[in-house]
C-alpha cells in the first residue's frame, strides 16, 4: 500500500489474524502508514495491539474507503501518524 491516491485507502479492516492473534484483531479497523519499502514487498504497516508498527502481509487487511468527514475525524483521534525508526523500511512479521 502505497501513499494515499485520490482512490487509495488510508484504512485497512483485518480479515485474517491467524497466527498472530495477540497482534491483530479480525474485524478492526487499522490505520496504514504510508511506507513505499513495505508495499514494494506485499506488506501494509499498520500499528498493532502492542502498540508498535509492523509490517503484515496486505492480504491480511481489506482496503475500505472511508466517507471524508469520517477518516478526517478517525485521524483527529488516532493522532499523528509514529515516525519511522527504520529508514527505508519496515519491520515486519512474517
Known amino acids: 500500500?502505497?501513499?494515499?491516491s485520490k482512490n487509495q485507502s488510508r484504512f485497512v479492516v483485518c480479515i485474517?489474524?491467524?497466527g498472530?492473534?495477540?497482534s491483530l484483531e479480525a474485524g478492526k479497523l487499522y490505520r496504514v502508514i504510508p511506507d513505499d519499502e513495505a508495499a514494494s514487498h506485499g506488506y501494509a504497516r499498520v500499528v498493532?495491539?502492542?502498540g508498535e508498527d509492523y509490517g503484515?502481509?496486505?492480504s491480511?487487511?481489506?482496503p475500505i474507503a472511508l466517507p471524508q468527514a469520517l477518516e478526517k475525524a478517525l485521524v483527529k483521534v488516532v493522532g499523528p501518524l509514529p515516525k519511522r525508526e527504520v529508514p527505508g523500511g519496515a519491520r515486519s512479521k512474517l
Request: charged share 40%; net charge positive.
Open 1 to 4: 500500500m502505497k501513499r494515499k
Open 16 to 18: 485474517n489474524n491467524r
Open 20 to 22: 498472530y492473534e495477540a
Open 48 to 50: 498493532d495491539e502492542s
Open 56 to 58: 503484515y502481509a496486505a
Open 60 to 62: 491480511r487487511f481489506f
